[in-house]
């Protein structure tokens, strides 16, 4: 996998979709290498937060900003009102590879989604509307915030580090 640097001086949607693909690459370096077993091991207390489960949140929440809210397509995502948790949840049969390639083909996805206008507003949440803008910086947030997660979660399974 190759990760790019952003530019240090370009628009607001070339900077923006640089530091996200940067930052997707970055959830790809820090699962690189990692044995099955390592994959899937809890290291924290709430056993919930797993380097492949980290995978696979971040391609729900692609598929939810991009997908559901942007393009307006119904939600896919295995979580449900009675199980919040289950797209952090590796189930049976499900291996890191599979994820990466699931969130790989996502974020492909989601690059084809975003309006090349990023003042786009779309309906959200009732009577609420949110910009294409605004849904690529969460994005950016939220992709950034998960591989700190993944910083942690590597050190603690073979004490792997490094940016």
Same mark, same amino acid.
């Given at each position: 996998?190759?990760?790019? /640097?952003?530019?240090?001086?370009?628009?607001?949607?070339?900077?923006?979709? /640089?530091?996200?693909?940067?930052?997707?690459?970055?959830?790809?370096?820090? !699962?690189?290498?990692?044995? *099955?077993?390592?994959?899937?091991?809890?290291?924290?207390?709430?056993?919930?937060?797993?380097?492949?489960? !980290?995978?696979?949140?971040?391609? +729900?929440? *692609?598929?939810?900003?991009?997908?559901?809210?942007?393009?307006?397509?119904?939600? $896919?995502?295995?979580?449900?009102?009675?199980?919040p948790?289950?797209? +952090?949840?590796?189930? *049976?049969? *499900?291996?890191?590879? #599979?994820?990466?390639?699931?969130?790989?083909?996502?974020?492909?996805?989601?690059?084809?989604?975003?309006?090349? &206008?990023?003042? #786009?507003?779309?309906?959200?949440?009732? &009577? @609420?509307?949110?910009?294409?803008? +605004?849904?690529?910086?969460h994005? !950016?947030?939220?992709?950034? $915030?998960?591989?700190?997660?993944?910083?942690?979660? @590597?050190?603690?399974?073979?004490?792997?580090?490094?940016?």
């Amino acid at each position: 996998m190759t990760r790019t /640097a952003p530019p240090l001086v370009a628009g607001e949607r070339a900077t923006s979709t /640089a530091l996200l693909d940067y930052l997707r690459a970055t959830i790809e370096l820090k !699962v690189d290498g990692l044995a *099955e077993d390592d994959a899937t091991r809890a290291v924290l207390p709430s056993k919930l937060t797993t380097a492949a489960g !980290v995978v696979k949140h971040v391609r +729900w929440v *692609e598929h939810h900003w991009f997908e559901v809210v942007l393009a307006g397509r119904e939600s $896919r995502a295995p979580y449900t009102m009675e199980d919040p948790d289950a797209d +952090w949840r590796v189930e *049976e049969g *499900e291996t890191l590879d #599979q994820l990466l390639d699931e969130y790989r083909r996502q974020c492909e996805l989601s690059r084809e989604i975003l309006p090349a &206008d990023l003042d #786009q507003v779309v309906p959200f949440r009732g &009577d @609420r509307t949110v910009s294409a803008r +605004w849904v690529l910086a969460h994005v !950016v947030e939220e992709t950034a $915030r998960h591989a700190g997660q993944l910083d942690i979660v @590597r050190e603690l399974l073979d004490g792997t580090v490094g940016d």
